[in-house]
């Protein structure tokens, strides 16, 4: 009862010395052939192919900007727009779920990071990059 499911851990080489970023690309995959799920057991579009991955997110964001005009004259972020990125769109995701899951009831608040020294010289991955500086 309870603990890690192992063939989810297996599927994605994932164990208690993985990156966090690995972990999270578990959940969150960049492109649809990352996600390694079986179609029948996620395929929310009911089309038999349909994967969800950053990507599709990124795609999806920009063409509803798009459609919003946003960066056309007399709409917002006249001559300012641009497009988003993927790393942008896969912080922005990682970020709302790191917050829903700390601000969860039930997260250990105990819980401190680990962080090699190297790790903590590398530039932050919560970098947003210049266009998410137009969507605060």
């Known amino acids: 009862?309870?603990?890690?499911?192992?063939?989810?851990?297996?599927?994605?080489?994932?164990?208690?010395?993985?990156?966090?970023?690995?972990?999270?690309?578990?959940?969150?995959?960049?492109?649809?052939?990352?996600?390694?799920?079986?179609?029948?057991?996620?395929d929310v579009t009911t089309d038999g192919k349909t994967k969800s991955s950053v990507s599709k997110y990124t795609a999806y964001t920009n063409?509803?900007?798009?459609?919003?005009?946003a960066g056309e004259p007399g709409q917002i972020y006249v001559g300012k727009w641009k497009d988003f990125t993927m790393r942008e769109i896969a912080i922005i995701l990682g970020h709302t779920l790191l917050t829903a899951s700390i601000l969860h009831p039930d997260f250990p608040r105990d819980v401190t990071p680990v962080?090699?020294?190297?790790?903590?010289?590398?530039?932050?991955c919560l970098e947003f990059g210049e266009n998410t500086k137009l969507h605060h």
Do not use: C
């Open 1 to 42: 009862m309870g603990g890690p499911n192992t063939n989810f851990l297996k599927k994605y080489k994932l164990d208690e010395k993985s990156h966090p970023v690995h972990w999270l690309n578990a959940i969150l995959q960049m492109f649809p052939n990352n996600n390694l799920e079986d179609i029948k057991n996620i």
């Open 63 to 69: 063409r509803k900007a798009s459609f919003e005009n």
């Open 115 to 124: 962080m090699t020294q190297d790790q903590r010289k590398q530039p932050h």
